[in-house]
């Protein structure tokens, strides 16, 4: 048997290891404030999310939100506690969130979709609900918490950059990357059923001497007019795009040529009425090519192509719609070397100068030359200026090659004079059209020939009697402007262009030109020499000289001097010569 002291002294020690009883009071105290605590931190986070939250039981009954919630829809959480969601929402939407809880509480888990609500400060917004279903400490459904994203910003930015992507954001209409889109569609729509598409390819005539003259801004709302025009004449099934600069194009799914060209004509018939911008009025007219599938072509780059190519011939025209062919396409690739080559022969100084002699016809004496563009190819040989100048023109280069040639013959007029040689009269220089369209052009001219040292009193302008009735009005100005800085003007080919009257008498002209075409048969065909002799009493009533160009014998020199006309320029007396040429065979000391 133990000593009973030793078991006391084990019970001594047992009761000095055990803790001290804590009242199960103080127990539930500190649990509860553990868990309010809890509970305050919990509110805290969710309180401080940017996103509205909420709660529901598994009735769908709301029992709780955060912040965010009340702010968004302008209700307190006070509120919405034991509220459905017909008692907080429009009926609408509502039926749509009692339909999402019933699903999600019919397969607990996670939910998200997409939908709208109504926001206090904001209306209607889009936004998407992420939901899950949370449940009791025995396992059953307790209901569900949901946050809520508002996606409105992300979806308008979407569209905005969808817009952007797929829309000219000046004129609204189809981009050239949408336009692609839709004719993918209706080639594949026509592949399977058969109907032909139309392709017209539109450039508007002249827009480049708007933009030039008048800005861009000038441009841009002309251009927006013509876009309103066009789209007003079109049917909901022909869609109509803009795809650069003045180009727009038409796609239309239509049975035959003869409603293709009816398109084509309601386009045109839409510029018949002047556009008016900022007090400047307008005549836009347009060279519309049209291509079809399958007859023109398979695919998308050989239906914009040949549209394309039957828009120049239609532009080369004047203007007015072609229909393509194939013989369109002869020599294009040939057009395409000259304008590259030559585009690299104004950059590389390859162009060259040649003068021609002017006579007076009553001393017989020189009274001025002409410099002629000549230029030599090392690839192609000599070309022709009537092939390469209309490509030129074509492609807008004529301000640069016209640049080249002012300041080319400036250089050689000082030249001569450097060397002692005396070159009587003026020297005559083309004048394109487009270079009266651009904006500051006199300015730039008298510039280039102050920086020759030479006086506008030693030059002579010729415009062509077509380019200057292209702009009549804007023509008169500049060539006003021309005549006040001491240049010589001169109407070439006069009796081609079909001016009026009217105008001509407006016109600061020197001089008028006759054209070669009437020259050249005056003696043989009394129309001609009646033009010829109508030009020359014209000129005369109207205080100008009377140039005839393309002389080649001795007796249209008789004709001409018997009418009275002022001057001459041909073969028979001189073809046109390099500078060293007509320098040996014309210039004195």
């Known amino acids: 048997m133990m000593p009973t002291d030793n078991f006391n002294s084990d019970d001594d020690d047992d009761g000095q290891n055990k803790l001290p009883d804590i009242p199960l009071q103080n127990q539930l105290a500190s649990m509860k404030k553990k868990l309010d605590e809890q509970a305050h931190f919990i509110k805290q986070f969710i309180d401080a999310m940017p996103n509205p939250v909420f709660f529901k039981d598994e009735h769908g009954l709301y029992q709780g939100c955060n912040a965010a919630f009340e702010e968004y829809f302008g209700k307190s959480r006070h509120d919405i506690i034991g509220k459905s969601v017909y008692e907080l929402s429009p009926k609408e939407l509502a039926d749509t969130y009692f339909a999402a809880d019933k699903v999600l509480f019919n397969n607990p888990g996670k939910q998200t979709y997409e939908t709208s609500v109504e926001s206090l ?9 992420n939901k899950a279903t949370v449940t009791k400490p025995d396992g059953t459904l307790g209901g569900l918490v949901g946050v809520i994203h508002d996606i409105t910003d992300r979806k308008i930015s979407d569209k905005k950059i969808q817009y952007l992507a797929l829309y000219d954001t000046m004129t609204s209409l189809p981009n050239r990357t949408l336009f692609i889109e839709r004719l993918k569609h209706s080639l594949a729509n026509a592949e399977r059923h058969g109907p032909k598409i139309a392709i017209l390819f539109i450039d508007l005539n002249r827009f480049k001497e708007i933009n030039d003259t008048q800005g861009h801004e000038v441009g841009d709302q002309v251009l927006i007019e013509v876009a309103r025009r066009f789209q007003s004449t079109l049917r909901k099934e022909e869609t109509l795009a803009r795809l650069a600069g003045d180009e727009f194009v038409v796609i239309s799914e239509t049975p035959d040529k003869t409603s293709a060209i009816c398109i084509a004509e309601r386009l045109q018939e839409s510029l018949s009425i002047p556009i008016t911008v900022k007090g400047h009025t307008f005549s ?17 780059e050989d239906l914009l192509k040949r549209a394309d190519i039957a828009m120049y011939r239609a532009k080369a025209l004047g203007g007015g719609y072609l229909v393509y062919e194939a013989a369109m396409s002869t020599g294009i690739a040939e057009r ?5 080559n030559l585009n690299l022969a104004i950059q590389g100084g390859e162009l060259q100068l040649y003068y021609q002699p002017k006579i007076n016809l009553t001393t017989s004496v020189l009274s001025g030359a002409e410099a002629l563009l000549r230029w030599y190819d090392k690839e192609l040989g000599w070309i022709s200026p009537a092939q390469f100048i209309p490509i030129a023109e074509a492609r807008g280069m004529m301000g640069v090659l016209g640049k080249w040639v002012l300041q ?11 060397e002692g040689l005396h070159f009587s009269g003026r020297l005559a220089i083309n004048f ?3 270079q009266l369209e651009e904006n500051g052009i006199v300015a730039t001219v008298r510039a280039i020939v102050h920086d020759a040292g030479i006086t506008p009193a030693s030059l002579e302008l010729e415009l062509t009697e077509s380019g200057v009735m292209g702009n009549v009005e804007r023509a008169i100005d500049v060539m006003g402007d021309f005549k006040t800085a001491g ?18 008498k407006r016109l600061p002209a020197d001089t008028l030109k006759i054209d070669i075409s009437f020259v050249r048969d005056m003696l043989k065909d009394r129309h001609d020499y009646t033009i ?3 030009i020359i009493g014209m000129a005369r009533n109207l205080g100008l000289k009377a140039i005839a160009e393309g002389v080649e014998d001795a007796k249209q020199v008789d004709a001409l001097c018997s009418l009275g006309c002022d001057e001459a320029q041909g073969y028979y007396f001189g073809r046109p010569v390099p500078a060293a040429i007509f320098a040996k065979q014309w210039l004195n000391k």
């Open 408 to 418: 080319e013959a400036c250089r050689q007029l000082k030249a001569w004079e450097s």
């Open 336 to 340: 395409m070397k000259i304008a590259h």
């Open 121 to 129: 400060n904001k209306g209607r917004r889009d936004v998407v609900f």
């Open 284 to 300: 836009v007219g347009a060279s519309i090519g049209i291509a079809f599938y399958p007859d023109d072509g398979v695919t998308i």
């Open 487 to 504: 240049f010589a003007l001169s109407i070439d080919d006069f009796g081609t262009g079909y001016s009026s009257l009217s105008y001509l």
């Open 432 to 434: 394109a059209a487009q």
């Open 532 to 534: 010829v002799n109508t």
